[in-house]
Each structure stands twice: as C-alpha cells, then as structure tokens.
C-alpha cells in the first residue's frame, strides 16, 4: 500500500510536467501565427474564437505528436502564408526580403557620394 | 537652386509613393487571402435534415456532381440572421445547402431554424471549429461554393447581400 502510494506521488508531477511543456509549446507556436480575426495580433495575444479554435488545435496536434512543421504547413495549406509572421521565402516575396538590402545600398550611395564631395 | 529642385522631386515622390500606399490599402482590405478556394473540399461528416434519425454519413458522396454551398452559421451570430433570407432562396432554386453549425449548442440551433426556416440540406457539428479551420475560415458566417468536381470555388466572408447573391447564383446557374 505504502509503495503504491509512493508511486502515484511520482507519477503525477511526471504528468503535470509532460502538459506544461506542451502547453509552452503551444505559446512558441502560436506566437508565429498571425491572428486573422484581429489582424496585428498574434494568434497567442488573441482571445478570439478563432484565435482559441487554432490554440486547441495545435495542443491536440501536439499530443498526437505531430512536429511543428506539420502544424505550421497544415495552416499555411488553409490561410496561406499571410498567418505565418515569418514570411517564406519564394517569387512573389523576394522583394520583400530584398527590400533591406536595396535600401541599404542605395543609402550607401549616398554616402560614398557625399565623402567624394567633401 | 540645385537643393530646391532636389527637395521638390524628394517631397513628389514621397506623396505619389504614399497615395499609392494608402490606396493599396484602402482597396486590400477587403480582401483576405483565401488559401482555400482552388482546393478540393476535404471529407466532410454530417446529417441529412430529413433523416429522421441524425446519423452522421460522409456528405461527400451524397452530393456528386452538382454545385452546391457550404455556410458556416450560429444561432449567436447576429449578421446570420440578415443573410438567412438569401440562404432561403437558394433553397428555393433547388440548391442544397451545407450548415456548418459554428460552437453552439443543437438547442439553439434547432430554435434559430424554427423561426427562420431551415434552408439546409445537411447539418453538420462543429462544436470545437476545428471544421472551420479545415475549409479555410475564421468567423461565422462564411459561405463557400462548390463545384462539380468538389473544388471551393468562391468565399463569401461576412453575410451575403444582394450584390454577392447575384454573384453567387451567376456561377451556381452556369
């Protein structure tokens, strides 16, 4: 009796252990999705049906032990790219990306061009 | 006289590049990205209105080539009930119509469609909304339709209106 009472007090800490990490998962996850009832939110700030419908289907998708990426690819594959804050990389967002760049060099321009005249 | 000329072209660029910002924005607004239509409907699992005993079939097979909608409705969902009227003539004109019931609860439901009138074909749950994010959808109501070779085809966000009725029944009728 002692040790099974012993056991239980083992197992359990275990278990409330193995759904926090789930659940700060879930915060990381949803934290790169875009929420697209209240744009300019993230899907983890959100408290909308919506927001808490994507919340409950990553925990679910978790436990059955899917990986990120599939839960990341499954709701890109439904809303597009637009729910991912971290935008792919692909032909019709290279501007995008490159955008930094572009700006960068041309403001370097301007410097080179301003010392020259100094 | 050089400086001038350069703030002048300077203070154009920076409004023409901000009009068409504002412009981009004020016409995209509308318009969410809808990853969905082009794809083929997944498996969708519900009840038939008229059968007597709810027993939840695959619908799928139950509509082969024919168009038909899918709409996404709640009894808590005020802007439903302003668009029930354009679901009833879709069911007028012989179009079957697919509720997805959005988180509530089949009392409500069942006393929103008594008093409305049921306009659809089939009914299916979907009290954690995990069917909603299946189609694509992120609110109630949506509407979709769908084609012959089960492909969405359009997304209504929001209620139907006159202007989207007519839309939807265009392609419906082709």
Redesign the interface.
């Known amino acids: 009796m002692k040790y099974i009472f012993f056991i239980i007090i083992c197992i359990i800490p275990l278990d409330l252990y193995a759904d926090q990490k789930i659940n700060t998962k879930v915060i990381e996850i949803s934290k790169n999705l875009r929420c697209l009832v209240c744009q300019g939110q993230s899907i983890n700030d959100s408290d909308s049906d919506f927001a808490l419908d994507v919340k409950k289907l990553i925990k679910k998708n978790l436990k059955e032990g899917k990986k990120d990426e599939e839960i990341y690819n499954y709701l890109k594959l439904k809303y597009g790219d637009w729910i991912l804050y971290k935008t792919p990389i692909n032909v019709s967002t290279i501007f995008i990306w490159m955008l930094p760049i572009i700006f960068i060099l041309i403001g370097l321009r301007f410097i080179v061009k301003r010392i020259r005249f100094e | 006289m050089m400086l001038k000329k350069k703030i002048v072209i300077l203070g154009i660029s920076t409004l023409v590049i901000s009009i068409v910002f504002v412009f981009v924005i004020l016409n995209d607004n509308k318009h969410?990205?809808?990853?969905?239509v082009g794809?083929t409907l997944d498996p969708i699992k519900g009840y038939i209105v008229d059968d007597i005993k709810k027993d939840k079939i695959l619908l799928n097979s139950k509509l082969n080539n024919e168009k038909f909608l899918i709409n996404i409705f709640s009894s808590w969902c005020a802007p439903c009930r302003d668009e029930h009227k354009y679901l009833l003539k879709f069911k007028n004109s012989n179009i079957k119509i697919i509720g997805i019931n959005y988180?509530d609860s089949k009392k409500n439901m069942s006393s929103f469609l008594n008093e409305l009138g049921n306009p659809y074909y089939a009914i299916v749950d979907d009290k954690?909304?995990?069917q909603?994010?299946?189609?694509?959808a992120?609110?109630v109501p949506e509407t979709f339709l769908i084609d012959k070779k089960k492909n969405i085809v359009l997304k209504q966000i929001g209620p139907i209106d006159d202007n989207i009725y007519f839309k939807f029944l265009e392609i419906l009728k082709k």
Do not use: E, M, R
């Open positions: 969410l990205p809808s990853a969905t794809s988180k954690d909304g995990y909603s994010i299946k189609l694509g992120f609110g």
